[in-house]
């Protein structure tokens, strides 16, 4: 019977700490004889009953002595609630036992301590795991400001980086390719939509006026007056030059449209002086980023034999002279030692001395170092013969070039007046009647990041555009940023009043439709990277969806020898623009607009309209957009466009590359239609 009980209390106790506080076998009173028999006998009574009850007595259940002991003892299997009962009440041990009941309040007493300690241990561990990740996460927010900071000091200019100030071009088109990659141009705000209004209204105008016939001016100039100037800077009244003063160096600055300017201008100044021209250089820009050369753009046999009636052309130095130090001799001409716009006065008192003593005088930029007026008639003919006549593309250029046109008219034969001179032999040899379906309009929008940064003005972006404009000038102008803190600017909004602001691509969208170009016209697109990218572009491409660029009209395979050189991608861009069937600047003082403008008004006999605006008056009526009728707006605007269509004579200091209707560069012989 003790070893019974022995058993029954290591059943119910929970390792060796337990079963140390029970009472010795010794203490325990046991049953006398007359207490066991009466037990005995109920036992046996009731172990042979017949009803059914003891028929379903489980053999795992306890037996009527140890009930009488213990009390009923649950089975583990069972689904008796022990929880509504004590336990000492589930031993079977009487309550009033003081002994029993002290000993069993303190286990379980233990047993709850042990269980706050574990769980107050849990507690610890996921406190202190959360600690921890919080550490990390304020090390990594810290990480995360400082290359924040860092990066912000960087875009203001505050800290140099390789590359951006070594430029020795004020145009920013390669500066891009750096500052696209900062926190600006990884992800933009959404820029406020400028003229909402109106360009709904010019939505639902263009969508009505599917059916209507488009307006007569359009795609025409005032054809007799501007069809009696023909091209005739090719014809020569001197005799050439044989270039005995020296030689006459030329490292050409900027883009392609600047260094097509200084090489007419380097040529003048070569006859002027009695000059042998080295065959021009390209400066390399780290702005611009093209090594491209004046044999990778201009066909250099066609250039020299084509002026050789006019000046000397040798594509190197003499031997003798290459081993001079041209800084050290004072042979060194910059852009800084040579006014702006100077006069052949200028050329003639302060180059000439240096060329005769010297033999040589190298030139360092020439961009815009010629005056327009005044000029002896034969030498700015010169210029114009050089523009105009000597400097043709390469074949790889011009049967690109080709491919775009032909594209831009949907592979329609025919040929426009400009195309032998831009493409050469690769033009279509058909010359059909201009076609309808085959019409296209070339959009030459300057909105790129340069323009916008140096005009000052406000297109809607809020404080991160001006702070990202400022932080570009701080390094692409830092003249521009010297004079903002030293004198008074006009404003934004009285800079577009003036118009000076160039075209938003918002605007342009609203003038095209105002003029009556249709939803279906094909327009391509020209110019370096659009300032805001694909979101800046959506008004234009919602309204005129048949808008493509050179990259759009070339395969990969067609357009991957031009990459990474702007010039020569800038090349196809002339094309594709001087050939089209109307032309649309958004900023006349654009260089690249000039010159194309200029090629068109020179080759083309009075069919080949160019849409100049006038931005001042254009900026008078986009101020009232807010309350003014589409009607009203779409007369106002063809009115202001119509002036700019007038023929007139070159004005006196105006480029003859922007303007040849001058009689050093075209003919007339009906003075009274000027």
């Keep these: 019977m003790a070893s019974d009980l022995m ?34 006998t109920s036992f046996h009574a009731r172990s042979h009953a017949t009803t059914p009850r003891s028929r379903q007595s489980s053999p795992r259940s306890p037996t009527a002595f140890q009930e009488s002991v213990y009390g009923s003892f649950p089975s583990r299997f069972s689904n008796t609630d022990r929880s509504s009962r004590s336990p000492i009440q589930s031993l079977g041990f009487n309550s009033n036992n003081r002994w029993w009941k002290s000993k069993f309040t303190g286990f379980w007493s233990e047993q709850r301590q042990q269980r706050v300690k574990r769980k107050a241990a849990r507690l610890w561990n996921r406190k202190r795991t959360t600690s921890l990740l919080a550490i990390i996460g304020l090390l990594g927010v810290f990480f995360f400001m400082n290359w924040w900071m860092l990066s912000r000091l960087h875009h203001k200019g505050l800290i140099p980086s390789d590359g951006f100030f070594s430029g020795s071009s004020s145009s920013v088109r390669g500066g891009w390719d750096k500052f696209a990659k900062s926190k600006f141009a990884k992800k933009r705000r959404p820029q406020r939509v400028l003229y909402a209004r109106m360009l709904a209204l010019a939505a639902h105008a263009l969508a009505e006026g599917e059916e209507k016939p488009e307006p007569k001016d359009l795609w025409e100039e005032p054809l007799i007056p501007a069809s009696a100037w023909t091209p005739c800077a090719d014809q020569r009244n001197w005799e050439p030059s044989d270039g005995n003063n020296g030689y006459i160096l030329v490292s050409a600055n900027g883009g392609i449209n600047q260094q097509r300017v200084a090489i ?10 009695n000059a042998t021209l080295v065959v021009p250089k390209f400066l390399y820009s780290s702005v611009w980023r093209d090594v ?17 009636p006019d000046i000397r052309i040798v594509k190197e130095l003499p031997v003798e002279l290459q081993s001079l130090n041209l800084e050290a001799i004072g042979s060194i001409a910059t852009d800084v030692d040579v006014m702006k716009e100077a006069k052949p006065s200028f050329f003639l008192k302060h180059i000439l001395p240096i060329l005769l003593q010297n033999r040589v005088v190298h030139f360092i930029g020439f961009g815009n170092r010629l005056a327009s007026d005044p000029i002896p008639l034969e030498l700015q003919r010169l210029r114009c013969r050089c523009n105009f006549h000597a400097l043709e593309f390469v074949t790889k250029i011009q049967e690109t070039g080709a491919l775009i046109i032909q594209r831009l008219r949907q592979h329609k034969s025919r040929q426009g007046p400009l195309d032998h001179n831009l493409v050469g032999l690769f033009a279509e040899h058909t010359r059909k009647p201009p076609s309808k379906m085959s019409r296209y309009l070339a959009l030459h929008l300057r909105f790129e990041i340069d323009m916008v940064a140096h005009s000052l003005c406000d297109f809607g972006g809020g404080e991160e555009e001006r702070e990202e404009l400022e932080a570009y000038r701080a390094v692409h102008f830092p003249a521009l940023t010297l004079l903002k803190k030293t004198t008074k600017l006009p404003s934004a909004a009285e800079l577009r009043t003036e118009g000076k602001c160039p075209l938003a691509p918002e605007e342009a969208v609203l003038m095209l439709a105002a003029l009556g170009v249709k939803r279906k016209t094909r327009i391509f697109l020209a110019g370096a990277q659009i300032y805001g990218g694909k979101s800046r572009l959506k008004a234009l491409t919602n309204l005129f969806p048949n808008l493509v660029t050179k990259e759009n009209l070339l395969s990969p395979s067609e357009i991957e020898p031009f990459m990474n050189f702007s010039s020569q991608l ?8 001087a050939a089209a069937d109307a032309f649309a600047m958004t900023d006349s003082g654009s260089q690249f607009s000039s010159l194309v403008s200029g090629y068109r008004m020179y080759y083309g006999e009075g069919r080949m309209p160019t849409i100049r605006p006038n931005k001042r008056r254009l900026a008078s009526i986009f101020l009232k957009n807010s309350t003014i009728e589409w009607k009203v707006f779409e007369g106002r605007v063809r009115k202001a466009v119509r002036q700019t269509k007038h023929v007139f004579e070159r004005p006196v200091a105006r480029s003859v590359y922007r303007h040849p209707r001058s009689r050093e560069c075209m003919c007339t012989n009906d003075t009274d239609t000027v």
């Design 264 to 273: 007419c201008n380097v040529v003048a100044i070569t006859r002027l002086l």
């Design 7 to 40: 058993v029954e209390t290591g059943d119910r106790t929970d390792g060796e700490e337990e079963d140390a506080g029970l009472p010795e076998i010794s203490e325990i009173r046991v049953p006398d004889r007359s207490e066991v028999n009466a037990w005995s």
């Design 292 to 308: 491209s050369q004046f044999s990778d753009i201009y066909q250099e046999e066609h250039f020299i034999n084509y002026l050789k």
């Design 570 to 577: 800038a090349a196809l861009d002339f094309i594709g623009c």
